[in-house]
């Protein structure tokens, strides 16, 4: 039963610091003083030593309130921000065996290309609203290395018809469509190159239930169907409980617990897990 | 062969946002669940039998002891085995149906049952074919099957988990109050497949109130009693 080598991702002391940090900047942050601010130097630690491993297939929740890191992490691990400190491999990458966070720019952003997908909780940071929305899926195609036009469109109506877009609106930019339907036409653009890993961010936050429900179904079919390993950011739980396999508790920038969602939810075993599941309406 | 070898298994919830209390649920706990047996377990609300139950699936973490269980390539504690190492088992070998439906919104009858199957069986119309057998089984209208159960009656909620829990063949079924709100005719279906899939070699744990079940379903009772097990009485049937 070992599976010691089966990851997908593996990420070992993650961390970002804003400002200078001092010796004691971990010592004196984290959830057991309630604060990711250092007293002695006021550095904001946003996520410190985090350590995880995905599995191909694998689903993983990061919950917490707001400011407790767990964007951070997708967005490092996107390239989004830069790491202050600590590693992560891809298993497709170099075999796993270079630390992707160390990668050059250009290697960077073959990784994102070809290996990730993101879907952002604002539509405006993941789709080019001066393109049409088969545009940007094109856009995210061409960056994998796709170059027929034909190939392309093909490709892109597939993605718009899995995603509930009517094809005919392919040549609207997402500005004239509902926030649920940008919401899809960013996932669409996020898998568009069949990426093993997807990280989503916050996607259903600030959309009406119907329309929740509609990417949700959507994320779990695409998960289902293509088997993507998804990382999946959220402070609500119940989108933790409906999408994920295991999940990450995060607090003052830390991973406070981590274990299988139904035990997290049901036996929550953090202090903070604790006031978490008791808040569930 | 044992399956599942429990020893001195202790579960307490400390439960830090009231103010530090401390609940026991299970003490000393020792049984084991050979291959192709079915044990019953009794015993009144509040004696531990779904805490038992939850720990042997690890949606509770034990506090203390071990629950080994034999898996297909090789013991494993279910206490301390890694998250993935569990993942891997759910999707495979172990099933726990609990007493109510709880599922993801917005799916079908169908693919709620067929769901587990899905897995393995790459043809979905076939894992559906199945599904829609067991749902007949158990008399489950064919005009709810494909709805979504959410809005099922408590009595046609319970056939869809109960097809949803032995579709795929477990080794080791957990099941809680399978026949509860269900007709006579129906409760006997459900004895007849849990019976068959022990014939497989299943090893089932079933928590139940209902002795006319028990009677037909267990080789063998577990009572628990202020979360210890105080009498361990073989039946044979």
Known sequence: ?281 | MNIIEVNNLSKTFDLHILHEKHITALQHIDMTIGEGEIVGLTGKSGSGKSSLMKCLHRTYLATGGEILYQSLGGVVDLVSADDHAVIALRRSEIRYCSQFLSVIPRVSAIDVVAEPLFRTEKDKELARARSKALLEALGLPSGLWDAYPVTFSGGEQQRVNVARAIIARPRLLLIDEPTASLDAKTKDTVIELIRELKGHGTAVLCISHDEYTLERLADRRLHLQAGRIISNVTQVI
């Not at chain 1, 999408?243 to 299988?260: H, W, Y």
């Open chain 1, 1 to 281: 039963m070992s599976a010691e080598n089966q990851w997908l991702l593996r990420v070992r002391n993650l961390t970002k610091i804003y400002g200078e940090p001092g010796l004691r900047t971990l010592e004196l942050t984290g959830p057991q003083v309630n604060s990711n601010i250092c007293p002695e130097t006021e550095s904001i630690v946003a996520c410190a030593g985090v350590s995880f491993d995905l599995y191909p297939g694998e689903v993983l929740g990061i919950v917490g309130e707001s400011g407790s890191g767990k964007s951070t992490v997708v967005k490092l691990l996107y390239f989004d921000l830069e790491k202050t400190a600590g590693s992560a491999w891809l298993a497709p990458y170099e075999e796993g065996r270079a630390n992707i966070l160390e990668a050059s720019g250009q290697q960077k952003r073959r990784i994102r290309n070809h290996l990730m997908g993101m879907v952002y909780q604002n539509p405006r940071e993941g789709l080019n609203f001066g393109f049409s929305s088969g545009g940007n899926i094109a856009e995210k195609l061409i960056m994998a290395g796709q170059m027929h036009v034909g190939g392309i469109r093909e490709r892109a109506s597939y993605l718009l018809e899995k995603t509930e877009i009517p094809v005919r609106r392919m040549d609207d930019t997402p500005g004239t469509f509902s926030g649920g339907m940008q919401q899809r036409v960013q996932i669409a653009k996020a898998i568009a190159n069949n990426p093993p890993l997807l990280f989503l961010d916050e996607v259903t936050t600030g959309l009406d239930v119907s329309v929740q429900a509609k990417v949700l179904d959507l994320i779990r079919e695409l998960q289902q169907e293509l088997g993507i390993a998804m990382i999946v950011v959220s402070h609500d739980l119940s989108v933790i409980r409906m999408l994920t396999d295991r999940t990450l508790v995060m607090k003052n920038g830390r991973i406070v617990e981590a274990g299988l969602t139904d035990q997290i939810l049901q036996d929550p075993q953090h202090a903070y897990t604790q006031l978490l599941v008791s808040s569930l309406l």
